[in-house]
């Protein structure tokens, strides 16, 4: 483990000093895994990103450990088998070479290598609380940049309403895929505002190094003010849309899974109460926030809507 974790502290316990210290020794870690970019890869790609700045967008809440991010996951391409699973699996995953494609209602679609994708905005560490609408949460440092970045060059068209995201879908690599429980490719969508809100963001990266494979190499959607479900991983395809797309939760149990998945502790799963969670590491559950917390800057989005009806 990188950091030790602090004790379990109210959020009005913390004060600046803890803050400070905490994003220090990040910053730290960062550091130390930037050292380690000459050694030999290991399970991960083995990339460190050297120079990132913190964003501002960042929460003040301690991060969940590495081995909690990268050791409890969902990513049912690798089978329905449990929270290892994914970690156990997907090491055989390629992640090099990979395109991605953005296409759909755009000016000029594109393929684009990762390289390029790299390169497109400095990369940015992100740390956001994020909540599973299984009912547990972590605080995730990210690395990566808003997702808009990569929208506005292929130029959406006005037409455009939508985006669509499609994961890689691998039979050879991935046994969950030869199971057919859900439509593959894995498949979320978002509205275009919602895409190109500045919180959006398109990581490639966590604690300062490439994402490991089990958490959606080498890039994926995060989108913290949802369920973690809307958060595609191992992204081969972006759709500009007319129409609301389809999505691979909603159409296996769509009572259960809306295209919004605002977190709303207000708006019961129909087989579980989501008015608290259990962030990983700690025992007492806490109360679970409107927008995850991120009200402020995206409540306007859904002004006038009934996100009840629209869930
Ligand atoms: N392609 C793909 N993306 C996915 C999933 C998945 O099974 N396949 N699971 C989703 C769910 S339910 C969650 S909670 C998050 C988990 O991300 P993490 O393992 O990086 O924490 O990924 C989301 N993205
Ligand atoms: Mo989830």
């Known amino acids: ?32 895994l930037a050292l380690t970019a000459g050694l030999p890869a290991t399970s991960r790609a083995g990339e460190a990103f050297s120079g990132l700045q913190q964003s501002p967008l960042s929460t003040t809440e301690a991060p969940n450990s590495l081995r909690d991010i990268s050791g409890y996951n969902n990513f049912v391409e690798f089978g329905f088998g ?27 679609p594109r393929a684009f290598a990762i390289e390029d994708i790299l390169r497109l905005a400095p990369l940015e560490e992100r740390i956001y609380r994020f909540r599973c609408v299984e009912g547990w949460s972590m605080v995730i440092p990210w690395v990566g940049f808003p997702l808009g970045v990569l929208l506005r060059q292929v130029e959406p068209q006005g037409s455009a309403k939508y985006v669509e995201f499609v994961s890689l879908a691998d039979p050879e690599t991935m046994p969950g895929v030869r199971q057919p429980f859900l439509d593959w490719p894995y498949t979320e969508g978002l509205r275009l ?119």
């Open 1 to 32: 483990m990188l950091i030790r974790r602090p004790p379990d502290l109210a959020a009005s316990e913390i004060t600046p000093r803890h803050v400070f210290e905490r994003r220090r020794a990040l910053i730290k870690a960062a550091g130390a």
């Open 82 to 108: 449990g929270k290892p699973q994914p970690a156990e699996r997907a090491g055989a995953m390629k992640t090099r070479p990979w395109t991605v494609h953005v296409e759909g209602l755009v000016n000029r």
């Open 193 to 311: 505002d919602e895409a190109l809100h500045p919180l959006t963001l398109l990581a490639v990266g966590l604690y300062g190094e490439a994402l490991p494979n089990q958490n959606g190499a080498p890039l994926r959607l995060v989108v913290p003010w949802k369920y973690g479900f809307k958060g595609g991983k191992s992204i081969v395809r972006i759709r500009l849309t007319e129409r609301q797309p389809r999505t691979t939760w909603n159409l296996a149990q769509p009572e259960e899974y809306g295209f919004y998945a605002n977190v709303n502790p207000a708006v019961s799963h129909p087989r579980w109460s989501q008015e608290k969670e259990r962030r990983i590491g700690e025992f007492r559950k806490r109360a679970t926030l409107p927008f995850n917390g991120y009200a402020g800057q995206v409540a306007q989005l859904y002004a006038g809507m009934d996100l009840r009806k629209f869930f």
